[in-house]
């Protein structure tokens, strides 16, 4: 790879421990295997994690500078995302906020209360990141009304939406993933589905 290849920073969500078969593990690895730098942390404490310690810990990674930062956002990440969009912290060349999990559904969660209500707008959005993009389902359990509508209207991201793939965790079979490794190679690529092959 050249010093111009983007750089990736992937964060995971609420009680991930970075499994193995998860998606996000297999994009790390995709992306280290062509050559890119891959930063795919362990986030604290995931089972009881706290706002503050989260927003330090990705404000040091994203203080590293880089010619190009894309940055992928899983579920409790994605609020993440925002709260430090909100504090003018957060600062990358594109970013994929996939399935965030409801305001309700966060409210619901001792564990996770704390990262509800981000307040992040849809100009701060665009100043932080030059392209950010929503992935959302039709069916996702912990975003009931849909992310489309309750993030990708409210905040005008550019989304696509993933026909009966819940949470696209483990538990609805997101392993390999392809078509959000094609995006991060490439920005112009529409997001679908893993087929069952993949």
């Known amino acids: ?6 750089s990736f920073l992937i964060l995971h969500g609420w009680q991930n421990h970075r499994p193995q078969g998860h998606w996000q593990h ?7 295997a062509r050559g890119h ?27 590293a ?11 409790l990440a994605v609020p993440l995302w925002l709260h430090a969009v909100a504090r003018g912290t957060a600062r990358a060349d594109r970013v994929l906020l996939v399935t965030p999990p409801s305001e309700q559904v ?5 564990d996770i209360a704390g990262f509800g209500r981000p307040g992040a707008t849809a100009a701060q959005l665009r100043a ?20 489309a509508k309750e993030y990708g209207v409210p905040l005008g991201l550019d989304t696509d939406i993933v026909p009966g793939g819940a949470h696209l ?12 490794l094609d995006w991060c190679l490439d920005p112009e690529v529409r997001i679908s589905g893993r087929t069952p092959t993949a």
């Open 128 to 147: 932080a990141a030059g392209v950010s993009r929503l992935v959302a389902t039709d069916d996702d359990p912990y975003c009931p009304a849909g992310a």
């Open 26 to 32: 297999w994009l790390a690895d995709e992306l280290t």
């Open 37 to 63: 730098t891959v930063t795919y942390p362990q986030l604290p404490d995931p089972d009881h994690p706290r706002l503050d310690v989260w927003l330090d810990r990705l404000r040091a990674h994203l203080d």
């Open 1 to 6: 790879m050249t010093s111009h290849s983007p």
């Open 106 to 110: 966060i409210a619901g969660y001792e």
């Open 65 to 75: 500078p880089q010619p190009e930062r894309v940055v992928v956002c899983h579920s």
């Open 169 to 180: 965790d483990l538990d609805a079979g997101y392993g390999s993933w392809p078509s959000v």
